[in-house]
């Protein structure tokens, strides 16, 4: 069992920065693929990015690519997003989830289905 807490949304100015963090509570955090998605209202829930369990593997939607960096610490079971030069269409809720990678089987992050275990999000909004 896997528990999730996000922190660090907040109000945003167009072009700025944000990190948002996600502590893990429970066993053997780093056997899980962590993986950032977001949900704007009326929208479907997106992907964002992923950290493959050993921190040695990356990947990134489309929308945030070279923008936004994930990367995880271990040690403290967190996960982090830096998010640079946001844009008004990053408001959104984001959320981290929780993919366990103990049975080996192939990674993919941007699949909802994939994940075990959701925090409760975090508020992102990005206004002038």
């Known amino acids: 069992q896997l528990q999730l807490v996000e922190s660090g949304g907040g109000l945003v100015q167009p072009g700025g920065s944000l990190r948002v963090s996600c502590l893990a509570s429970?066993?053997?955090?780093?056997?899980?693929?962590m993986g950032w998605f977001r949900q704007a209202p009326g929208k479907e829930r997106e992907f964002v990015a992923a950290?493959?369990?050993?921190?040695?593997?990356?990947d990134y939607g489309n929308s945030v690519k070279g923008r936004f960096t994930v990367s995880r610490d271990n040690a403290k079971n967190l996960v982090y997003l830096q998010m640079n030069s946001l844009k008004f269409e990053d408001t959104a809720v984001y959320f981290c989830?929780?993919?366990?990678?103990?049975?080996?089987?192939?990674?993919?992050?941007?699949?909802?289905?994939?994940?075990?275990?959701w925090g409760q999000g975090t508020q992102v909004t990005i206004s002038s």
């Open positions: 989830a929780a993919d366990w990678a103990g049975d080996g089987t192939s990674w993919y992050p941007a699949r909802l289905g994939e994940y075990d275990y």
């Open positions: 950290v493959n369990w050993n921190g040695g593997s990356t």
């Open positions: 429970g066993r053997a955090f780093n056997m899980y693929h």
